[in-house]
């Protein structure tokens, strides 16, 4: 089984998708063999955990359970523009021009063609979810995906916009708002056809670690996210979720220390050229 995470631009899919994987909270995707971007459908990556900008396809492979996360579509431009404004961030979305896309005065990267092509009708089922009201329920991705996921702890989204940046969008992203704003905070959009099996299904919690069988991991998976993910299921479960995150941040802090270890065993020569030029000055 694979996890697709969709959103609109600065929405939340990182944030959902490394809970979900079990990683630690961080800004990006995670930068391992487990997690890929999907910025072409006729090349979806084969690994367990995916995230993607792009408008929704016709079709999905049958092994893809699809979330889309939406949210406050002016916050996301303005997070978009004071945070993620590089090119890289443009082609996740689509954006295959040189010029740089005009978020402010245009809809170029195209936030109301995502949300509208994910929020209809397909031929897969797709969970719908509002950024916002994201931990309230979570007990709707965790029966949709068939395991229980450990939330950071909510805060308050930082992103501001300011009076003079909501006179300038609502004219463009307008139509978006009212949108956004008439959608449920959750939705299970079933298959299109509704004779086929498998539309929608309900799947309840399994036990505690039964799941490890029941679900078979993707072969992209390694043991050490494995172990992570069951360790979310059996906090989670046993409602020891600060038990989770104490080891998480441990992990995490060591994760950053083998890094800088590894950095220095790669590069010697800096450190040793700063030796010799000290010895040969004395």
Request: charged share 25%; proline share 6%; with cysteine.
């Amino acid at each position: 089984m694979r996890i697709l995470v969709a959103s609109m631009p600065r929405c939340g899919s990182t944030l959902l998708l490394r809970a979900i994987g079990g990683y630690c909270p961080g800004p990006y995707l995670p930068n391992d063999s487990a997690c890929g971007g999907v910025h072409d459908w006729d090349a979806i990556p084969d690994v367990p955990f995916l995230k993607t900008h792009l408008s929704a396809p016709a079709s999905l492979p049958a092994d893809i359970l699809t979330i889309f996360i939406f949210g406050d579509p002016l916050r996301a431009v303005v997070s978009t523009a004071e945070r993620r404004f590089d090119r890289k961030h443009f082609a996740h979305c689509g954006w295959t021009s040189d010029d740089l896309p005009d978020v402010w005065n245009r809809d170029d990267l195209g936030y109301e063609r995502i949300f509208d092509s994910w929020t209809k009708p397909h031929d897969f089922p797709v969970l719908l979810l509002r950024y916002e009201t994201l931990w309230e329920n979570i007990n709707a991705v965790e029966d949709y995906i068939g395991r229980r996921i450990v939330l950071p702890r909510q805060v308050q989204r930082n992103t501001y916009v300011s009076r003079e940046q909501r006179a300038l969008l609502v004219p463009v992203y307008g139509r978006l708002v009212d949108k956004v704003m008439d959608m449920s905070d959750m939705t299970m959009l079933r298959k299109r056809r509704d004779d086929q099996p498998g539309d929608g299904r309900r799947v309840e919690h399994v036990g505690v670690l039964s799941f490890l069988f029941v679900h078979k991991p993707h072969p992209g998976c390694s043991f050490w996210r494995v172990m992570a993910i069951a360790a979310a299921n059996i906090c989670k479960t046993l409602e020891l979720e600060w038990l989770y995150w104490s080891v998480q941040s441990l992990h995490c802090r060591l994760g950053r220390l083998w890094s800088c270890v590894v950095k220095r065993r790669s590069n010697p020569s800096r450190s040793k050229k700063g030796r010799g030029d000290v010895t040969k000055a004395q």
